[in-house]
């Protein structure tokens, strides 16, 4: 299954006895699946069959779906003006000219008011609706299917973006479980350093109480536990990315997990090569994760 960015457009258009029927689809980063909806006057009939569309075929993002319809103008009803009002307000308008002054009315100014022209709503019979109706959510599965796959092609793309990520952490962490300051050998020179400088600093410290200290200390700074999470963390990530699916959130979570391994990795350091990898380490995270947020 293809992993799925967040964001893409999408434009669908269809005829229907001389009408033509257009959608335009598209979709940012969202929590949820969020719907706004512009649709033509009396259409309105349509928007709790197209949110449920949209939330059965997509798992996040935040949609905005425009429907346009253009009847043929045979179609089209005829407008009727209403002469008798018309009359009415034209030598009103003439009187308040010539009483105060005001400027002359204007045609297209009087058949806006409301009341002086009315376009008839054109008559269907239920089965004709619904046939309309059914044609403009054929064409809105169209449209959503070309979303989807706008939002796959850049979900592949995030995929490879994002693997890198995970090779780059993958590296990082056997980096630093291979540092020679690891080592045994290392670890009790650095201790044997220590203690001979404290002792030189005071001939009435306890030795054997400062190894003892040295070395509880030695072994709270060992980063063996982060590297092996580090470790599952990273498989547990390709896992993902290998399924596909809705995983941005699971892969939000990994982020936040690589973060605090990352974070104590550095804070438990005792040697500036590992805080090092530490501080490269978290700044390939934060990119890990910045990109996770654009997957569904």
Known sequence: MNVQSMTGFARAVAERDGTSIAWEVKSVNGKSVEVRLRLPQGFDRLEPAVRQTVQKRFARGNFQATLTVARAVAQQAQPVVNEAFLKDLAGLAKRLQEQFGTQPA????LLALRGVLDIPDTVETEEERAAFDAAILSALDTALAGLELARQSEGAALRTLLSGHIAT??????KAEADP?????????????????????????????????????ATKADIREEIDRLKTH???ARALLSGGGAVGRKLDFLAQEFNRESNTLCSKSNAAAVTAIGLELKAVVDQFREQVQNLE
Do not use: Y
Not at 106 to 109: L, M, N, Q, S, Y
């Open 106 to 109: 204007t045609a297209d100014g």
């Open 169 to 174: 952490i993958e590296a990082l962490t056997l």
């Open 181 to 217: 300051s690891r080592e045994p050998a290392a670890i009790r020179e650095r201790i044997a350093e220590q203690v001979g400088l404290l002792m030189d600093a005071s001939a009435n410290l306890d030795a054997v109480r400062l190894h003892q200290e040295a070395a509880f200390l």
């Open 234 to 236: 990273v498989a547990s």
